[in-house]
């Protein structure tokens, strides 16, 4: 583990910091379509909830089951493409600056959230909308 220097500068990145986060955003995106390969089976066999009865209980637990891999299906793509995304900046030089107002995100919340394209202030404005 090479020595992390602070410096007042949080917010440049250098080479190797841009290859540890681009390699972390593809781990991620490697694990999620795995999952997503595993939720999408379970949907496609329809036999979420194996070997349970036909009464009305057990088919409402089946859709149940079967909206919730499909949310979970979901919810994994949209992070996948977060991710593709962060990735694309980083390719094109233009990982870590608010997608907003175009200020550096920083670093700290970056290396906290590496898939954030909008700065803390700019973020906290779109949730209020
Ligand atoms: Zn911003």
Same mark, same amino acid.
């Given at each position: 583990m090479a020595?992390?220097?602070?410096? #007042?500068?949080?917010?440049?990145?250098s080479?190797?910091?841009?290859?540890?986060?681009?390699?972390?955003?593809?781990?991620e995106?490697?694990?999620?379509?795995a999952?997503?390969?595993r939720?999408?089976?379970?949907? #496609?066999?329809? @036999?979420?909830?194996?070997?349970?009865? @036909?009464?009305?209980?057990?088919?409402? #637990?089946?859709t149940y089951?079967?909206? &919730?891999?499909?949310?979970?299906t979901?919810? #994994?793509? @949209?992070?996948?493409?977060?991710?593709e995304?962060?990735?694309a &900046?980083?390719?094109?030089?233009?990982?870590?600056?608010?997608?907003?107002?175009?200020?550096?995100?920083?670093?700290?919340?970056?290396?906290?959230?590496?898939?954030?394209?909008?700065?803390?202030?700019?973020?906290?404005k779109?949730?209020? &909308?």
């Open positions: 020595a992390v220097t602070q410096t #007042a500068t949080p917010s440049t990145w080479d190797e910091e841009l290859a540890e986060v681009r390699g972390r955003l593809q781990e995106i490697d694990e999620l379509e999952d997503i390969l939720h999408e089976s379970e949907i #496609a066999s329809g @036999d979420v909830t194996q070997g349970a009865g @036909d009464d009305q209980a057990d088919a409402g #637990a089946k089951e079967r909206e &919730r891999e499909i949310a979970l979901l919810n #994994a793509r @949209d992070l996948v493409a977060q991710n995304r962060a990735i &900046r980083i390719d094109a030089g233009t990982y870590g600056v608010c997608e907003s107002c175009h200020k550096p995100i920083g670093k700290e919340r970056l290396q906290a959230f590496p898939r954030a394209t909008l700065c803390v202030t700019c973020k906290q779109e949730e209020r &909308r």
